[in-house]
């Protein structure tokens, strides 16, 4: 079964730094494109950074272009994301994510998030 594990959240202070890992087990992970995305209060899950399977196309949302960086280490069944210049927007559940589609459907899985506080 896939499983996914997020750690490395916790609180900081603006302009401050924090790296995301998501362990994955359970399917072949290089064969596989990683995502993370965040969720706030009061706001809809979004997409903050894309990975392609061997690390070679990344994409990001606007509001985190030029901060933060994805990355993947597919031997250790890992992607990261390293968050620079953090600011208090920044301030969400970040979820692991992979997805596949089968039978016509979408079918996305999830880690169990990480909490990102960004606050002085």
């Known amino acids: 079964q896939v499983q996914l594990v997020e750690s490395g959240g916790g609180l900081v202070q603006p302009g401050g730094s924090l790296r995301l890992s998501c362990t994955a087990s359970g399917f072949t992970f290089s064969m596989y494109a990683m995502s993370w995305y965040r969720e706030a209060p009061g706001k809809e899950r979004e997409l903050v950074a894309y990975?392609?399977?061997?690390?070679?196309?990344?994409r990001y949302a606007d509001s985190v272009k030029g901060r933060f960086t994805i990355s993947r280490d597919n031997g250790k069944n890992t992607v990261y994301l390293q968050m620079n210049s953090l600011k208090p927007e920044d301030t969400a559940v970040y979820y692991c994510n992979t997805s596949r589609i089968n039978l016509g459907t979408r079918w996305d899985y999830w880690g169990q998030g990480t909490q990102v506080t960004v606050s002085s």
């Open positions: 990975i392609s399977s061997y690390g070679l196309s990344t």
